[in-house]
């Protein structure tokens, strides 16, 4: 992983990136580092806890990045975008599923219905918004293979 982070950092010395693409690059390092340092917790601890896993989803969507930038394709924003808030999700979900939670895909356990109560409830009830809270209710209904009776 150290030669990944050289070979960012030698790629930022090249006259010919733009800014933006240095930028990229720079944010890629950091997380690679992150990455690494997380590596090395996890390493000493016996399990994965929820939050360690939704953190080293992150530094993972970080080193596809890095290895993005290192072989001369360009991704865009918007897939860059869907990545890292795919990440959140994960680590969101894990976090809860570390606090017992589970069942969204059950039809016997949780009607589609109450996942729709649950985003509209998440949109407009909460005084402050969490984006991911929202997208993950959102993955829910999408996987869910009935329609929702209400919410429309």
């Not at 990136?17 to 590596?39: C, D, K, P």
Request: with cysteine; net charge negative.
């Amino acid at each position: 992983m150290s030669g990944t982070i050289e070979n960012l950092r030698s790629l930022t010395e090249t006259s010919s990136l733009s800014t933006g693409t240095i930028l990229v690059i720079a944010m890629a390092i950091s997380e690679l580092e992150n990455y690494r340092h997380a590596l090395l917790q996890i390493s000493a601890l016996r399990g994965y806890t929820g939050e360690n896993q939704g953190r080293v989803a992150g530094y993972r969507v970080a080193a596809e990045i890095a290895e993005t930038a290192l072989s001369g394709e360009s991704q865009h924003s918007d897939d860059l975008a869907v990545d890292r808030f795919a990440s959140a999700m994960k680590a969101k979900l894990a976090k809860k599923r570390g606090q017992g939670f589970g069942g969204w895909n059950d039809p016997e356990e949780c009607h589609i219905d109450y996942l729709v109560s649950l985003l509209t409830q998440q949109i407009h009830e909460r005084a402050v918004l969490d984006p991911v809270d929202i997208g993950n209710f959102a993955m829910m209904i999408f996987n869910r293979p009935e329609s929702p009776t209400h919410g429309r």
